[in-house]
């Protein structure tokens, strides 16, 4: 049964309410996608089009709860991450902007160190998550042998259910930071870690989607943030081949922090500091010869 709200009406009202509530207005459109099944193109077209009455109940539905701090992805069980959709739930980090632009320098630095070796370049992604930067380092750069660890099983669930529709390779383990490749004596060319990174102490400053509905695991960090880098990058030596690359997303304002902590462990690396499109310090990079 079709109701007499049509398409234009209905996402101009959810538009203002997410608004007025201080959400993005795309939450909306996002979810209208998902309720129909359109595309967004086709839900241009049918801008005229009354919505059915199953349709409009449940759009309405989850636009309430978006405007009640419930984020997107998790009413629709997905984001995209460099051009590809992973599965996403409470139980894990959302995939952000940020993170694609530590993808895409570590993808360029790989295939440099990589390019005349006829021998998988090793890579080990610390801290899981839903799996994306494992799997889409694993799908851009063929020539690569992925493990990925984190402490959380359910977590893990996420990212082997992602691995396996995305068609990657990538090999997960349970356990805290680098241990399990330690306990094995396994080795990698390549280190990266997107680590929980947020001082507790800014826990109230973020706002309620981030600070009520994301693992607080994989969110915060003692030591003012920098607990988890200390405790990694002591561990990283045990596991790291020469000439190796690592390379960490941080917070803004730790850059010189983390920075310090890879030349404590290692005095000839070449590390630099990155900002992200907004101008923000978000990744620290190291490029390592010799110890």
Known sequence: METTNKVYEVLQWASSFLEKSSYES???ERLLIHHTG???AELLSELQTPLPANVYES??????KSAAGIPVQHLIGEEEFYGRSFEVNKNVLIPRPETEELVQLMIGHIRELHSSSP???RIIDVGAGSGIIGITLNLEIPNTRVSA??????????AKRNNEKLGASVEFFEGDLLS??????????VIVSNPPYIPESDRTELKENVRDHEPDLALFADDNGLAVYKRLIAEIPKVLALPGLIGFEIGHGQGEDVRKLVLSTYP???VSV???INGNERIVFAKIKVR
């Not at 759009?59 to 309430?64: G, L, P, Y």
């Not at 660890?149 to 996420?158: F, N």
């Not at 399990?180 to 060319?189: H, L, M, T, V």
């Open 26 to 28: 795309t939450i909306a």
């Open 38 to 40: 359109w595309s967004r």
């Open 59 to 64: 759009f309405i539905a989850d636009v309430k």
């Open 119 to 121: 021998e998988p370049a």
């Open 149 to 158: 660890v984190d402490l959380s099983p359910d977590a893990l669930a996420v």
């Open 180 to 189: 399990p490749f330690i306990e094995a004596g396994q080795k990698a060319d």
């Open 268 to 270: 000839q690396a070449e």
């Open 274 to 276: 990155h900002n992200d």
